[in-house]
């Protein structure tokens, strides 16, 4: 695996694939209290939790890419709102213990909902979306695109 700056582009077998990761973790606030309570036992921490962890809406970064790319396939961490899935059932007890959770979750979505319509609005025909972060599985296709979520530990084949 290599990691890569968000709002890349990998050109690949004759596709341009736009890259974007982050996400917010609905068990923010159990890893922030790992983390300080390792900081505490053991004087050192194992990273599992960045303040900066939900994805970001960079236009002008945009802009600077895709002067020269046409996108066709954007893989992201998360998804955009009208992707599966589109509730919050099953983290209730996350939203009840970590007040501002739901709308971080809801802004981060707004975020690939942008870059979806920024997309469009550019004339960029966005084919295949692939995306994680909700450890379920789930192939849609809405106004064109094939939505492709996958699990957890699967691997997928862009092509």
Same mark, same amino acid.
């Given at each position: 695996?290599?990691?890569? *700056?968000?709002?890349? @582009? ?5 596709? #341009? /694939? ?19 309570? #390792? ?28 002067? #020269? ?5 954007? @893989?992201?961490?998360?998804? *955009?709102?009208?992707?599966? *899935? ?72 862009? /092509?």
């Amino acid at each position: 695996m290599k990691t890569i *700056p968000d709002y890349s @582009v990998i050109q690949f077998k004759n596709h #341009n /694939i736009l890259c974007v990761g982050g996400a917010v973790s609905i068990d923010r606030t159990l890893r922030k209290q790992q983390m300080d309570e #390792n900081r505490i036992k053991y004087r050192t921490i194992r990273e599992s939790f960045w303040e900066n962890e939900a994805a970001v809406f960079n236009e002008s970064k945009l802009l600077e890419l895709f002067a #020269n790319y046409k996108i066709d396939t954007v @893989v992201t961490h998360t998804a *955009p709102s009208f992707c599966y *899935p589109t509730g919050k059932r099953g983290i209730e007890s996350w939203l009840n213990i970590d007040k501002p959770l739901e709308q971080d979750l809801t802004d981060e979505r707004a975020v690939m909902d942008r870059i979806y319509v920024w997309l469009k609005e550019k004339g960029h025909t966005v084919m295949e979306w692939f995306y994680g972060h909700f450890h379920d599985s789930s192939i849609e296709y809405i106004s064109g695109t094939k939505f492709t979520l996958l699990n957890i530990d699967k691997l997928k084949g862009l /092509i």
